[in-house]
């Protein structure tokens, strides 16, 4: 991991950080990863019925083929 750059103000307060494109899309990656995980924790702390996708996907198919 290569140091950080920042950008700062006149008084040296730092603004804003500069990142090499390979450690940024990482860090998106990871947050992506991270969202996904906090979603599924939250769909399974529901206490909601569920199914599995392929029953779904039936039910889907069987009331498009009604209307």
């Not at 990142?19 to 991270?34: Q, S």
């Not at 599924?40 to 199914?51: Q, R, V, W």
Request: no cysteine.
């Amino acid at each position: 991991m290569q140091t950080p750059q920042y950008i700062t103000d006149g008084t040296g307060k730092k603004l804003s950080v500069i990142l090499p494109m390979k450690e940024y899309n990482k860090i998106m990656d990871e947050l992506d990863e991270l969202e996904d995980i906090r979603l599924y924790d939250e769909a399974m702390s529901a206490n909601e019925p569920s199914m599995p996708i392929d029953k779904a996907f039936e039910l889907i198919e069987a009331k498009r083929k009604r209307t």
